[in-house]
């Protein structure tokens, strides 16, 4: 498309926005003097990213809860991850919102109605933590839209428009927390936020998900690895044969069953690598077979996790299940690799660029820190042998067939 095109379409794009914008806003300001505010002690948490943004937050929910312990808290999050997070954090949420559109040019009912039920409470404090911005998402515009005392937000960057305009956004707020802006892991990132917003330091040292009382029907065998082959890009997923030849190696080196798990999405995907396997006998297709908080118990019970850097990794990490993430380099040092303070069964691979450079690992999460465009198929599972042969044999109850 010529650049002139692109151009006229964005500019198209961001009128579209802005006339949506314009009429919530007015339609909700016309009808809010008709209906009753429920008023009190009110707080709004505001996070509408991915599974694994919410893996390396949520843990500071209980935080919140502790320093506002008579609050009627609020947490408007993505139903993507429903299951997880009422199993999960029911006990320190008294309310959840749910909503999957992400941006402005979604279901124009669904905005409305978030809308309207966010300005039902007069909120006393609103609590907006995530540290990317783009410029038609909503997360924003819902704080702009509450009616709450005092709204806090983070610096934060932008993705897809200046950073001189993602500042426009700072209005909406009447507390923005400066944190710094060298690179750092995002449950670092998360910390620093509420450790400012909070004014005193905080002892959490690590997310990680309890699934001691997480029920879960279907027999497992007693000793497995994961496979999980699906990402949420194309230029995430490792190619599904090359998953199989690591199936192959660890049937054969280590004589331990063969999970594959993912959505029901990906259930193609398992049976590919299925198809290249010539003992399936101990394989099982989870695709689509469990729910969130499910899979984080199933992850509890494995050897080990392979994966491509989504959100899996993060749920392994938080239940403390050795991992190899298969990674292209897309935002290293912010979501990968995981800092051995956090959990040093972690492996991330990387392609040879990354993984054979002299350069340092500061000049690398420099390069790569907002994205990579790396191949990921440049990953070879000669490349990964070494690191399951490390992760595997630091557990002895189960037979290594030399």
Not at 333 to 358: C, D, L, M, V, W
Request: net charge positive; proline share 4%; hydrophobic share 40%.
């Amino acid at each position: 498309m010529p650049k002139f095109l692109r151009k006229l379409f964005r500019n198209i794009l961001d009128l579209r926005a802005d006339i949506i914008k314009h009429i919530l806003f007015v339609s909700i300001h016309l009808t809010s003097n008709q209906r009753k505010i429920e008023k009190g002690k009110n707080l709004l948490i505001v996070r509408l990213d991915g599974i694994g943004d919410y893996i390396l937050f949520r843990n500071f929910i209980e935080e919140i809860r502790k320093n506002f312990p008579q609050y009627h808290i609020t947490l408007l999050c993505r139903g993507m991850y429903k299951d997880l997070a009422q199993a999960l954090d029911s006990q320190y949420i008294d309310e959840f919102i749910w909503f999957d559109r992400m941006f402005f040019f979604g279901n124009f009912r669904c905005l409305y109605a978030t809308i309207k039920q966010i300005r039902k409470k007069h909120y006393e404090l609103v609590f907006s933590p995530r540290y990317t911005r783009r410029k038609h998402d909503v997360g924003d515009f819902f704080v702009k839209m509450s009616s709450a005392t005092e709204k806090i937000g983070i610096s934060g960057i932008s993705i897809d428009y200046a950073q001189k305009f993602a500042k426009h956004h700072y209005k909406y707020y009447t507390r923005i927390v400066e944190v710094e802006e060298k690179p750092l892991f995002e449950f670092y990132r998360n910390k620093e936020f509420f450790e400012k917003a909070f004014h005193k330091p905080l002892s959490i040292s690590n997310p990680h998900i309890d699934v001691s009382s997480v029920s879960y029907s279907e027999r497992l065998p007693d000793n497995f690895v994961i496979l999980f082959p699906g990402a949420s890009a194309a230029f995430r997923q490792w190619p599904t044969d090359k998953f199989a030849t690591l199936a192959t190696y660890i049937q054969t080196r280590y004589d331990l069953w063969i999970l594959i798990a993912g959505s029901k999405a990906d259930y193609f995907l398992a049976e590919k690598i299925i198809h290249h396997l010539k003992k399936v006998d101990t394989v099982i297709n989870l695709c689509g077979k469990t729910t969130l908080i499910e899979f984080a118990y199933v992850l509890s019970k494995a050897k080990l996790l392979i994966s491509n850097e989504t959100s899996a990794p993060h749920i392994a990490a938080a239940v403390h299940t050795p991992t190899i993430c298969i990674s292209n380099g897309n935002h290293l040092g912010r979501f990968n690799p995981y800092p051995a303070q956090i959990f040093k069964e972690h492996i991330t691979i990387y392609p040879p660029q990354i993984a054979r450079s002299k350069a340092t690992f500061d000049d690398l999460v420099s390069q790569y820190h907002d994205g990579s465009s790396l191949d990921i198929n440049s990953i070879s599972p000669a490349d990964i042998i070494p690191s399951i042969d490390l992760l595997l044999t630091k557990h002895t109850d189960y037979t290594s067939i030399s």
